[in-house]
C-alpha cells in the first residue's frame, strides 16, 4: 500500500495546480471483468472501461482485489459524467495504453469537474 501511496503523491506532482477542488482519490484494477459492458460487448474506450469498473464495484458487486471505493462514482449519475469528466482531464500515454490492452491497476483523481488517471509507479 505505501508504493501505492507513493505512487499517489508522485502522480499528484505531474499535473499542474488547478483551481478546481480535488474531491477523492482511489486505485482500481480493470480485471477482464471490467473491459466488456452489460450485453457482453468489448469495451475499447478508456472511459467506458473505467465507467465499468465503477458500475460493477458500486452497483453489481463485481469487486477486484486491488479495487478501492470511492464516493463520487456512487452515484450512477456522476457515473454517467465520467466520459466528459476525463475528456477535460487527463489520461497518461501509458495508462491508455495499458487500460485499453490488459488489466493494470490505475489510480484516480476526482475533481469537480474533470478526472485524471494514471498507473501507480
Do not use: W
Not at 477542488?21 to 466488456?36: G, I, K, P, Q, V
Not at 473505467?50 to 478501492?68: C, E, K, L, V, W
Not at 475528456?87 to 469537480?112: C, L, M
Amino acid at each position: 500500500m505505501f508504493r501505492y501511496l507513493l505512487a499517489a503523491g508522485i502522480a499528484l506532482a505531474a499535473y499542474p495546480a488547478s483551481a478546481s477542488e480535488l474531491l477523492e482519490t482511489y486505485f482500481a484494477r480493470l480485471s477482464s471483468a471490467d473491459h466488456f459492458n452489460s450485453n457482453g460487448k468489448r469495451l475499447t474506450d478508456v472511459a467506458a472501461i473505467i465507467r465499468q469498473d465503477r458500475a460493477n464495484f458500486h452497483a453489481y458487486g463485481i469487486r477486484d482485489a486491488d479495487d478501492q471505493s470511492d464516493k463520487f462514482f456512487a452515484s450512477k449519475a456522476n457515473r454517467a459524467n465520467l466520459e466528459a469528466m476525463l475528456r477535460s482531464g487527463t489520461v497518461t500515454p501509458a495508462a491508455r495504453s495499458a487500460i485499453v490492452n490488459g488489466t493494470p491497476i490505475i489510480y484516480v483523481e476526482i475533481y469537480d469537474d474533470f478526472v485524471n488517471v494514471s498507473l501507480p509507479e
